[in-house]
């Protein structure tokens, strides 16, 4: 596996495997890798011959740069790049921030995608589709691969990137995983790295309530605004602090009209220091 951390280098080796006539797929990540990321790599390898990781914690994306969560989120290069080799991964990009932002952060050229920025996760983290919105589109700039793939947990990341891919025109396949899951229905994310082994048992309620969710909207046994409600009442009741709970249009989240069935059911909350998202599609 190459390990480059400079756009040159990176370009170098990629305009290679270009001339070879081979396909090439993208899995970007920010680190503290774990099963749903290798999943992730097993995905783009059944799809392209050769597989870029790229590993950045990307500070665009946060709202306290100088500390808070950018500063305590886990950065695990050195392990990272181990369990990538092992998986199979031709080239790991571990840029340093200088690289991707040469001008420092203030100075850089944002992409921003409205609407889809501004609802849900976007009101409680302003600022941090555009973070995303902007690493991703200069990844895709860097890397040029034929194909990116992103988990399904974070769903509303994955219509974001879908957007701009559309709205920008990069010829680039975006392909969705579906969410990993450990056996209690938690689903896998770097930030489960907060939780204690009590608090990452308790935190499965968060998936429990989403599927009792879904299977009332299935029934047809309340409307969606009670079920929205009783999502939010049972996230509390369980101890987390609930940010919302809502079931949305699966298209575009937007408010779902009478009778349509391709749903999503989204929700955010708290438990201790771990902000944890997950959602559920409703079986059209």
Not at 141 to 161: C, H, R, S, T, W
Not at 230 to 240: C, K, T
Not at 262 to 275: C, K, P, T
Request: charged content about 25%; aromatic content about 6%; overall charge neutral.
């Amino acid at each position: 596996m190459h390990e480059v951390q400079r756009i040159a280098e990176l370009r170098r080796q990629v305009a290679q495997w270009r001339g070879q006539g081979e396909r090439i797929a993208l899995v970007p990540t920010m680190g503290n890798l774990h099963a749903g990321h290798l999943r992730l790599l097993e995905a783009a390898r059944r799809v392209a011959p050769r597989v870029v990781v790229s590993i950045f914690v990307n500070p665009l994306q946060f709202s306290d740069t100088g500390g808070g969560d950018f500063a305590r989120y886990p950065r695990t290069l050195a392990a990272d790049a181990e369990r990538l080799r092992e998986a199979g991964a031709d080239l790991l990009f571990a840029p340093p921030v200088a690289e991707v932002y040469p001008d420092g952060l203030q100075a850089a050229t944002r992409v921003t995608v409205p609407g889809l920025s501004d609802i849900l996760c976007g009101v409680y983290r302003p600022g941090h589709f555009e973070g995303v919105a902007t690493v991703v589109s200069k990844l895709f700039n860097m890397v040029q691969p034929d194909l990116a793939l992103f988990g399904e947990k974070d769903y509303q990341q994955l219509l974001v990137i879908r957007r701009l891919v559309r709205d920008l025109c990069f010829p680039i396949e975006i392909l969705g995983v579906p969410t990993v899951r450990e056996p209690s229905g938690l689903a896998m994310s770097s930030r489960n790295h907060y939780l204690d082994e009590t608090q990452k048992a308790h935190a499965a309620r968060l998936y429990q309530t989403l599927c009792q969710a879904r299977e009332r909207l299935q029934s047809g046994a309340a409307e969606i605004d009670e079920i929205e409600a009783e999502g939010m009442q049972a996230l509390r009741a369980a101890g987390f602090r609930a940010e919302y709970f809502s079931v949305r249009r699966a298209a575009d989240l937007a408010p779902p009209t009478a009778g349509e069935r391709d749903l999503v059911i989204l929700a955010a909350a708290w438990l201790g220091e771990a902000r944890l998202i997950d959602n559920l599609r409703l079986d059209s």
